[in-house]
């Protein structure tokens, strides 16, 4: 099994299915194409129907995009319960995960994951601080639903698709509190970034650097 992704400082599509197929135990080989590059656009084309990665390559399939290439891997192993067994838990799990992987744009285009750059306070729109507020609001219920430490209990995929939005918080110096968090969430985006498949890709990233 291959997954074909982005430079790990910049790639957040590319992080979230890496850190669920880490989190399977199963072993891959991994290929990074270098991002914001002129051959950008031919080297992911050799591998990416779509034109982009992530990529996942499991013998002759061929997977694109990161929630499709999660929920194959939920299939794959279904011996690792990487959605909740119990189907309120899953549905919700899946409805966060999908909300993240579809929504949320001005926060991705004003607030870049960039595990290099060294966090600092950003002065930020009225429309990324409402996406921050919902974030808020969203991983609040479900902490408060199912009772932590991770979104539905256990570590799924949901939070596999939260964990860029914790390095972007980091990075951009977000006081969760501004927008609502009474403490909960902020101590949740912080597990986030210390599971070892989040230290992991970020201690790779940062050997490799941006190119």
């Known amino acids: 099994m ?65 929630l499709a290439i999660c929920e194959y891997l939920a299939d794959r192993f279904a011996d690792k319960a990487l959605w909740p067994a119990d189907p309120a838990a899953r549905a919700l799990a899946r409805s966060a995960a999908a909300e993240m992987h579809s929504g949320f744009g001005s926060l991705r285009g004003e607030c870049p994951m960039d595990l290099a750059r060294a966090p600092h306070s950003a002065e930020l729109s009225e429309a990324t601080q409402d996406n921050i507020r919902r974030i808020v609001r969203l991983c609040a219920d479900l902490l408060s639903r199912f009772g932590g430490p991770y979104l539905c209990g256990d570590w799924s995929i949901a939070d596999a698709f939260l964990t860029p939005v914790a390095t972007r918080f980091r990075t951009y110096g977000v006081k969760l509190s501004d927008y609502g968090d009474r403490g909960e969430v902020g101590t949740y985006m912080e597990a986030l970034l210390e599971t070892p498949e989040y230290k992991a890709w970020e201690a790779a990233a940062l050997r490799e650097g941006a190119p």
């Open 2 to 66: 291959e997954i074909v992704i982005g430079t790990k400082v910049w790639s957040s599509w590319s992080m979230r299915p890496w850190l669920v197929l880490k989190h399977t135990g199963f072993g891959f080989d991994e290929r990074v194409i270098a991002l914001r590059e002129h051959t950008t656009s031919e080297a992911v084309a050799a591998f990416s129907p779509s034109g982009f990665v992530p990529v996942l390559k499991d013998g002759d399939l061929t997977v694109w995009d990161s």
